[in-house]
């Protein structure tokens, strides 16, 4: 088929192939699209009442519907108003961009870990560990998507990533120093074994500033989008926050029993908030667009 259509009450959505896929192919795209409108409304349970294939005809050159397609999703339905949703006209020519992401296979894609994202209305606000620990993951591999490579210095800088990047470049220039100091030192006193030696060029190498603190310099880069978003919260977390939840993601991670709290709970909830404000930055949003649409408080409603 040429052509897959995406139905709610009406046509809204064509997916159009420059060659024609297998009829095994299309559950791929289509969960794929669902992985966007997951992005656009924060909500799992996202469905279509039809789903139409399409086929060009040889003469005349016209596309046929071939086959309907109908999937039985959940059963609830999203009270979410269109307002506090991210709309096709917010995202614009940006919409691409944001689709492109979405179909990129490569390593450190965040929407490879939005476990976070609720099921449905009635699972708002609702965090787990799970859930902390996908949000960590996700701004973890976002900042690292950011890099575009493990050379800090083909990064592209901008208002947004500045100080993070030439924090990275200071510590850079400081392993390149130990490098140098480790090889000498060898020289002067006899070398290590081969493996004792490789475990300390590979942790030289993949030095990085830490979690915590890569997480709190976008966190103040985009603190008045995140704050805008959650108006409402009588909590605004700290640098402190952050750093605790990190503690606490790694902690369960390694089979450490831990109780959530109310300041680790809304502190997850301002990261999902972060998440979403640097994505949307990195598709091309610009700050204008971005802080009208954190005003609708789309991940709140």
């Not at 409304?41 to 139409?52: G, H, K, L, P």
């Not at 070398?191 to 190498?205: H, P, V, Y």
């Not at 997480?215 to 603190?223: A, I």
């Amino acid at each position: 088929m040429n052509r897959v259509e995406l139905i709610g009450r009406t046509r809204y959505l064509t997916l159009q192939f420059s060659e024609p896929i297998s009829f095994g192919a299309v559950p791929f795209h289509i969960e794929k699209i669902k992985t966007l409108l997951s992005f656009m409304t924060f909500r799992q349970n996202v469905d279509f009442d039809e789903i139409a294939l399409q086929e060009k005809t040889s003469f005349p050159p016209l596309l046929m519907d071939t086959a309907l397609v109908y999937s039985k999703g959940s059963s609830t339905v999203t009270q979410k108003k269109a307002p506090n949703n991210i709309c096709f006209n917010d995202l614009d020519v940006t919409l691409s961009s944001l689709i492109e992401l979405i179909y990129c296979e490569q390593k450190n894609n965040p929407f490879s870990f939005m476990n976070f994202v609720p099921e449905d209305d009635k699972g708002l606000g609702r965090v787990t560990n799970d859930m902390v620990k996908g949000i960590v993951t996700c701004l973890e591999c976002e900042i690292a998507r950011l890099k575009k490579s493990d050379d800090i210095t083909s990064a592209i800088q901008d208002n947004k990533n500045d100080t993070y990047i030439q924090e990275e470049l200071r510590l850079q220039s400081l392993v390149k120093e130990l490098q140098k100091v480790a090889k000498d030192f060898q020289k002067k006193n006899g070398k290590f074994s081969k493996k004792t030696n490789d475990m300390i060029c590979g942790r030289l190498k993949y030095m990085t500033i830490a979690d915590a603190d890569k997480v709190c310099l976008f966190y103040v880069k985009y603190q008045k989008f995140i704050r805008k978003l959650f108006d409402k919260f009588e909590i605004v977390p700290t640098e402190d926050d952050i750093q605790n939840l990190i503690i606490y993601r790694n902690r369960t991670t390694h089979g450490t029993q831990a109780v959530l709290d109310e300041h680790i709970v809304t502190t997850a909830l301002y990261l999902t908030g972060l998440i979403y404000c640097m994505i949307l930055h990195s598709i091309g949003i610009d700050d204008k667009n971005l802080e009208q649409l954190c005003s609708r408080h789309f991940l709140w409603r």
